[in-house]
């Protein structure tokens, strides 16, 4: 079981890493004159709760992830991820 700090402790651990390396990219990345269209909405969730569900999957002994978002995510953790993506 993983206890609830240890989720926080991994999404900010995470968050710290995300938000470091967005800025790494963009000052470091090339300009592409040819991009592909962009979404105009921005996601939901961020990119560190993705990661953060993502880690917690395979700490889990889940073997499908989408049984595991919708079976164990979806119903045990609305209150870590309050902008959850239902079916």
Aim: glycine share 0%; charged share 30%.
């Amino acid at each position: 079981m993983i206890s609830d700090t240890k989720i926080i402790e991994i999404f900010c651990n995470l968050d710290d890493f995300m938000n470091e390396f967005d800025t790494i990219l963009t000052k470091n990345s090339i300009a592409d004159l040819s991009k592909p269209k962009k979404r105009n909405r921005k996601s939901k969730m961020s990119q560190s709760e993705v990661m953060t569900i993502m880690v917690i999957f395979h700490l889990k002994s889940y073997r499908n992830l989408k049984h595991f978002y919708q079976h164990y995510i979806c119903k045990h953790m609305k209150d870590f991820f309050p902008e959850l993506v239902l079916e």
